[in-house]
């Protein structure tokens, strides 16, 4: 099975641009979570997406925003893009069970966004 | 709200040295804990998970409620064990998604 990709691998924006970072999941995964890491601030969530719904939400601001696909991919945007956005922006897919049972989530390898 | 910290940003030991990677929490509730590794220019993956009590390439983590910890040690550390190691924590299955990382812990294992 393909790993979780994502697209594009690199990226350079300047401030006040706007940026959209996709992520496939792995075929048959139904849950893409989407993760900021930083050297400050490490790995921080911001969101995730199920069944085309926003489930969770983590502790950023409304520029930052997402979506999901019927297909399960996944896109996020970033508008009006700060420096401190640039960062390594971290995708997971996990496979969702209707019984609540735990699925482990599988990591794409990043989007690296520079802010200039 | 739920936190996660690892107090040691580097940890450097020889080669059959035990390791001790510390992790401590802090959630009111009964949370899922996990460590992640990630070795240089691979992913980030799943090392252990709290519930499944197995032992993953030497590593073993118990959970300790009364202390809020969740510590990774291996008897013995060997060169490849060389990595960036990440306690997270999950609220519960149940909540979806959304792992709470702690800052991180590089493992350089000397030969």
């Known amino acids: 099975k393909a790993g979780v990709t994502q697209t594009p691998r690199y990226l350079i924006k300047t401030r006040g641009q706007q940026v959209t970072l996709s992520c496939s999941p792995i075929?048959?995964?139904?849950?893409v979570s989407w993760y900021q890491q930083t050297p400050g601030q490490g790995l921080q969530f911001l969101f995730e997406?199920?069944?085309?719904?926003?489930?969770n939400k983590g502790n950023f601001p409304g520029r930052f925003s997402g979506r999901q696909f019927s297909n399960s991919r996944s896109e996020m945007n970033v508008s009006t893009l700060e420096l401190g956005d640039s960062a390594l922006y971290l995708c997971?897919?996990?496979?969702?069970?209707?019984?609540?049972?735990?699925?482990?989530?599988?990591f794409g390898p990043g989007t690296r966004l520079t802010v200039l | 709200a739920q936190r996660v910290t690892q107090p040691e940003k580097l940890l450097s030991v020889f080669k059959g040295a035990p390791v001790e990677l510390k992790c401590n929490y802090s959630y009111s509730g009964s949370p899922e804990l996990f460590w992640y590794v990630q070795y240089s220019r691979q992913r980030l993956q799943l090392l252990l998970r709290?519930?499944s009590r197995e032992s993953i390439k030497g590593f073993t983590a118990d959970l300790n409620k009364g202390e809020t910890s969740f510590h990774l040690k291996k008897p013995f550390a060997q060169e490849e064990d060389s990595a960036m190691y990440y306690c997270?924590?999950?609220?519960?299955?149940?909540?979806?998604?959304?792992?709470?990382f702690g800052g991180g812990t590089r493992l350089m294992v000397k030969p």
């Open positions: 997971a897919s996990s496979l969702v069970s209707g019984s609540n049972l735990w699925n482990e989530q599988f």
């Open positions: 075929s048959g995964h139904r849950s």
């Open positions: 709290h519930i």
């Open positions: 997270a924590l999950e609220r519960s299955s149940r909540a979806g998604n959304m792992l709470t």
């Open positions: 997406y199920f069944s085309e719904t926003q489930r």
